[in-house]
């Protein structure tokens, strides 16, 4: 007991003499840094190894690293000195790298605004490849490299221009539809048993329904005088038609695409048995049934011209469709309503046409 305490003097006196050269501020430094192993050590009571959290090394790396490296090394520290100042290294590395701006490897990121702009060529130009695309965009002063082009369909999984080129039929009613029209009969039967065909044609632009006539016999002469009525109001009308899309329907007469050729539109007939080459139209039929034809008791050729006329007028002047959205093929929608005023007192008068079968709805003059 009397050797153990007269080391413990003689080790503390030479501890005191080396204490006395250093400032202040480093004694304060160390006792800091013993506080605080120590209350990691009260932490760690139950058994289990030392374990220095996160805000532990942050704190004892913030308070030794301004210390000198000969007076670290003689601190009693739970842990060796370069392990304090391995900390302080990552303490500094983390710090700049979260203030700091995050470096890309690789090639920039190609901008959005050029990804839209290739793909639009792409798909407004079927048969460019990348290499045009690219030499494209060299003339709008878009600098880009050909594979990026590339890169940029390839991901967007459009095909090599090669399997682009081929129209669909899908494709060409949508890409031609300023310039088609379609044709086609639909039969109807009158109170006297008496079957009545009637020649229409649409325009797939504008949705605008023209109805041709209607006969009991379609004749050749008849069909043929119909085609060169056609012919006359598409050119009175300055229409830029270029295409007429008709079914294989004996009715029409080698003639009929003869005139229209003439006129300067060329005639494309449908598959066999294949309704949808011909959609809008098959779908005018059906819609002229519902809404119409279904509805209505005909008497003779008379009455059925005179109540297909009204209806070519409701339906091109005032009924809406979905396909031109919601617009009318002669009258484009009017500006919306936005006078709260007249929004609360709304008068709304309904038109009867065909004796009520059709109803036209108008704000009250």
Request: net charge positive; glycine share 4%; with cysteine.
């Amino acid at each position: 007991m009397l050797l153990r305490l007269t080391y413990l003097g003689v080790t503390n006196a030479f501890a005191l003499l080396r204490l006395l050269p250093r400032s202040d501020r480093d004694k304060d430094v160390e006792i800091l840094a013993l506080r605080h192993q120590i209350a990691v050590l009260q932490r760690q009571l139950d058994g289990h190894r030392i374990q220095f959290q996160s805000a532990d090394r942050a704190l004892l790396a913030a308070l030794l690293h301004t210390l000198p490296r000969p007076t670290l090394r003689g601190l009693r520290l739970l842990v060796h000195p370069e392990t304090v100042l391995r900390w302080h290294r990552t303490l500094i590395a983390r710090h700049h790298a979260a203030t700091s701006r995050p470096r890309r490897r690789g090639r920039p990121r190609t901008a959005a605004s050029i990804r839209t702009l290739v793909l639009r060529l792409a798909r407004e130009n079927s048969s460019w490849g990348y290499r045009r695309i690219h030499g494209e965009l060299l003339t709008l002063d878009i600098r880009v490299a050909p594979s990026t082009a590339w890169e940029i369909l390839r991901q967007a999984g459009i095909d090599p221009a090669p399997e682009r080129t081929a129209t669909s039929w899908a494709d060409f009613p949508r890409s031609q539809a300023h310039a088609l029209l379609a044709a086609d009969f639909l039969e109807t039967v009158t109170l006297t048993g008496t079957r009545l065909y009637i020649l229409a044609v649409i325009e797939h632009a504008t949705r605008r329904i023209r109805i041709l006539g209607a006969t009991a016999h379609p004749t050749a002469a008849w069909v043929t005088q119909a085609a060169r009525n056609l012919a006359m109001d598409l050119h009175d009308a300055g229409s830029t038609v270029r295409y007429l899309i008709r079914d294989r329907d004996g009715k029409y007469p080698a003639l009929f695409d003869a005139i229209l050729a003439d006129a300067g539109t060329t005639v494309v007939r449908t598959g066999v048995r294949v309704p949808r080459m011909n959609a809008i139209m098959e779908r005018w039929v059906r819609t002229c049934r519902q809404e119409l034809l279904d509805r209505t008791l005909i008497y003779n050729q008379r009455h059925l011209l005179r109540a297909l006329h009204a209806y070519e007028e409701f339906y091109n002047a005032h009924r809406p469709h979905q396909g031109i959205a919601n617009a009318r093929p002669l009258h484009p929608l009017p500006e919306p309503i936005t006078d709260p005023d007249r929004l609360t007192h709304l008068d709304i008068r309904r038109r009867d046409r065909l004796g009520g079968i059709l109803h036209e709805y108008e704000h009250a003059a």
